[in-house]
């Protein structure tokens, strides 16, 4: 139905993946990693899907304009919290994963075990479906090479990190996303969205979601606005994945009051310094790294674009290494920060940086220093704060139940979001494993019966994903 009563024909939905008769199982509201995977699942388990994106599925380039507008719009994917602290959400299809550094970080699986949920046997599958691996030491870059080596002559347990990495296809020249030197050789979330579309599912494209419509204490369906028209879809499960931004506020505007009155964002710091004599430029960036779990960060070597790297140095006036790209050594800091923030009424965020945040960031950075220094680096500088893993704001054990559900029925959520405590790792392995568990759940506790014969049409493979998984099997959104 559309925001004026009337039935939306099928001509005013996208022509792939629609559902016959214009009718839909669920909707997933965001198209992140849980989004996707839910998506994903659902599908192949024979529901009718409707995935509703605010982002664009325009081609990955990995350029500058692109990443500006999908990453760093102000008020849309960039946001400053009173603070003065930048955090960062990827709006388009495939979420933040676009534009993440694929790391294949295992769960903490004793924080959910707190809550009842174990998703062991949901991660071990996904690792059977997706490369995980470190990398080998000859596709590591010498920057990375030298930092790790550097760490562990210091008494780091500075080890190869899992990425989501097709290794054959990497070699070839960089992209610029992020360190990326080929879009398919890096899993992303909208690789799962292609693949739900080629099942079945429905995609739509420039939908921002305003709330879920509820019916007495009962989920019905969705009202968002598309091309500057309101219109709503109805289904009996919604899941909301719209990121630990969009999530809580859209589920504040569905009556979820609780919503957004916590938040976290692993905020981090860059450390660089000039190593000269080996000439690098952009290298794949987090292949190493370790965690100080006893004082709350992890050290990894971080490596960006030439003109983010002229950002962060300008960002702090050191003009003086601009020049100094191609032989710069970087580490981040990342922390688990104080879950003390909250988004506001008006839509910003509250977050500032306790006094045990920032000497988590200090000591951090203390640490990094001392590995750069070990490598021989001169001019060493750090960049101001910011943060890219917005979370918490709709925690499990508050907000959402071990099935991820709400106090609304039919209505889950499934993304940073429901991380119930500090976090400060990757996420994305585990809302890949938390999304799988939900789907499966909803597929097995509804009264409506799933298609049998299409799950077992379209198995998840338990052999290592071919190289053709990897390739974008579309990369048109509906429009």
């Avoid at 760093?72 to 955090?87: C, I, K, Y």
């Avoid at 994963?97 to 046997?121: N, Q, V």
């Avoid at 080998?136 to 790790?148: F, N, V």
Wanted: glycine share 14%.
């Amino acid at each position: 139905m559309d925001g004026r009563g009337g039935a939306i024909g099928r001509s005013r939905w996208p022509r792939a993946g629609t559902a016959a008769d214009g009718v839909f199982d669920a909707v997933v509201v965001g198209s992140g990693p849980g989004g996707a995977t839910a998506a994903l699942e659902l599908t192949r388990l024979g529901w009718r899907v409707l995935i509703l994106e605010m982002g664009r599925n325009t081609p990955v380039t990995g350029g500058m304009a692109q990443t500006l507008r999908e990453l760093w719009m102000p008020g849309r994917s960039l946001f400053l919290t009173d603070g003065l602290l930048a955090v960062l959400r990827g709006v388009t299809v495939g979420g933040s994963s676009i534009y993440f550094w694929g790391t294949a970080w295992e769960p903490p699986y004793g924080l959910f075990a707190k809550h009842g949920i174990d998703i062991r046997g949901e991660v071990e599958e996904v690792k059977r479906y997706l490369p995980t691996a470190p990398l080998p030491q000859d596709l590591m870059g010498p920057a990375a090479r030298r930092l790790m080596e550097c760490a562990n002559d210091l008494g780091y347990a500075w080890r190869p990190l899992p990425k989501f990495y097709d290794q054959a296809r990497l070699g070839g020249p960089p992209m610029g996303s992020y360190g990326a030197p080929s879009y398919e050789a890096k899993w992303n979330a909208r690789m799962f969205v292609d693949e739900a579309v080629a099942l079945g599912a429905t995609l739509l494209t420039g939908a921002a979601v305003r709330r879920v419509l509820v019916e007495d204490g009962v989920a019905t369906g969705v009202e968002f606005v598309r091309r500057g028209e309101t219109r709503t879809v109805r289904a009996p499960e919604i899941v909301v994945a719209a990121g630990g931004i969009g999530s809580p506020r859209i589920l504040r505007a569905s009556g979820v009051d609780g919503a957004g009155r916590s938040f976290f964002c692993d905020p981090l710091v860059a450390v660089a310094g000039t190593l000269p004599g080996v000439g690098r430029g952009l290298e794949l960036p987090m292949v190493g790294g370790a965690v100080v779990e006893e004082e709350g960060y992890m050290l990894t070597d971080m490596s960006v674009p030439r003109w983010v790297y002229s950002l962060i140095t300008t960002q702090v006036g050191r003009l003086d290494r601009l020049a100094a790209y191609r032989d710069v050594a970087t580490i981040m800091v990342k922390i688990r920060d104080d879950v003390q923030g909250r988004l506001g009424r008006s839509g910003g965020i509250r977050k500032r940086l306790t006094p045990v945040d920032r000497g988590k960031l200090s000591r951090g950075t203390e640490r990094a220093r001392a590995i750069l220094r070990r490598a021989g680096a001169k001019g060493i500088f750090r960049t101001l704060p910011f943060a890219a893993h917005p979370g918490g704001a709709v925690p499990i054990g508050r907000l959402v139940d071990s099935d991820l559900a709400t106090e609304i029925r039919g209505l889950h959520v499934c993304d940073a979001s429901v991380i119930p405590d500090p976090w400060g790792l990757p996420p994305t392995l585990t809302l890949i494993g938390l999304a799988m568990r939900l789907a499966r759940h909803l597929a097995a506790s509804t009264a409506r019966p799933f298609d049998e014969a299409a799950r077992l049409a379209a198995p998840l493979r338990a052999e290592p994903a071919p190289q053709a998984r990897f390739s974008a099997t579309s990369r048109r959104g509906a429009e």
